[in-house]
């Protein structure tokens, strides 16, 4: 039985992940070179799920000067694999790693109108800290989430 495990990206997957993002995103996708940029600075973490990528977070890490943050730039979830917790996992991942290398938080913007991101971000200890109008568009508002670790 092949238990799908949260792993580091590599270049080869750059198709299989470009392929998630247009499944998932009509508007601000991320491009072929941002996907690589990211890549290269091992700031994407994949589920696999017998050798395919079925989800995906792209995770900055922020030099502040109250220490190392982190920003959560997207998630993913293959609508074909959606409700079998690959984006829990994955957040529950990069959280550990987070609190692991001293980081004082992490915050996320979502659409206002993503209610299943909303909730798994509000499950993992997140709160609402600021409402963004307009922040994917016109009437298109975004929320930005925070989870504090000290």
Sequence with gaps: MNHPRVQRAHLK?????LHIETQ???????SLSR???????????????QNKVVAYLVLIRLTTKRGLMGRIYTVAVDPEHQGN??????????????KREGAYAVMSEVK???????????????????FLPNFYGPKK??????????
């Design 85 to 98: 917790g690959y984006g829990k996992k994955l957040l529950k991942h990069t959280l550990t790693e987070l």
């Design 112 to 130: 206002e109108s993503n209610h299943p991101s909303i909730q798994l971000h509000q499950g993992m200890g997140f709160t609402t800290s600021r």
């Design 13 to 17: 997957d750059v198709d299989q992940l």
């Design 24 to 30: 998932c995103f009509i508007e601000y996708r991320l």
């Design 35 to 49: 996907f690589k940029y990211f890549i290269d600075q091992s700031a994407v973490k994949v589920v696999r799920q």
């Design 141 to 150: 508002h975004g929320l930005k989430l925070r989870k504090t670790f000290r």
